[in-house]
């Protein structure tokens, strides 16, 4: 395993739950402090990323257990060519998604859990993996853009749940994103701030 110095922050949620808000917000509230923060995301910009927004996620719809798969292979590219390098360069990481994701959204399709953590093995830990937590109906009502394959809010509710069930197990840690920008930004601001702080001792808050 390669070492890591660095601190990876995860947000996850359900479309529409303001994840892509909240993790450029954090990342410059970051940045004023003066750490050197990088922002990422799922799909990746590789070119396995880049098939997975263009083509399967508003296209077509593939076999849930092709999509877990494709997504595991981004994953695997994305943790080599980004997250690794940028952890050993002592950066904060606030990565758009992560395997979560997959156990979330393809789990809501029928596909078996397990299998899905199975080939996701090779994925690095967070030190922190938050949960912004939304109603699908608010989450759905937000979306002004075309909606993808994936966003019906019968899919988006079973999505929600199993969201639930890993912050019920401990694997994510829950934010109430159903509330003033302002409010959420502070919470996961001083979550994140806590978690660097155990992670780097001398860092600056």
């Not at 970051?30 to 799922?42: A, I, N, P, Q, S």
């Not at 952890?87 to 789990?107: E, H, K, M």
């Not at 029928?110 to 953590?117: A, K, L, P, Q």
């Amino acid at each position: 395993m390669v070492s890591r110095v660095g601190v990876f922050i995860v947000i996850e949620g359900i479309d529409g739950a303001g994840k892509t808000l909240h993790s450029r917000n954090l990342c410059i509230q970051l940045h004023k402090r003066g750490f050197d923060v990088r922002y990422t995301t799922e799909p990746s910009n590789s070119f396995i990323g880049r098939l997975l927004r263009e083509e399967f996620l508003y296209r077509r719809k593939a076999p849930p257990e092709v999509e877990a798969l494709l997504f595991a292979a981004d994953r695997f590219q994305h943790i080599k060519n980004e997250v690794q390098p940028m952890l050993q360069q002592n950066s904060i990481i606030v990565s758009d998604r992560y395997y979560y994701a997959s156990i979330a959204y393809q789990g809501a399709q029928g596909v078996d859990m397990e299998w899905i953590r199975c080939i996701n093995n090779f994925a690095l830990k967070p030190d922190l993996a938050i949960y912004l937590d939304i109603p699908a109906e608010i989450a759905m009502s937000r979306i002004r853009r075309n909606k993808s394959v994936m966003e019906k809010i019968d899919f988006e509710r079973r999505v929600r749940n199993i969201y639930l069930d890993l912050v019920k197990r401990g694997e994510l840690t829950y934010v109430d994103g159903n509330r003033a920008v302002e409010d959420v930004n502070k919470e996961i601001l001083g979550l994140v701030l806590e978690t660097i702080s155990k992670a780097q001792p001398n860092s600056r808050e």
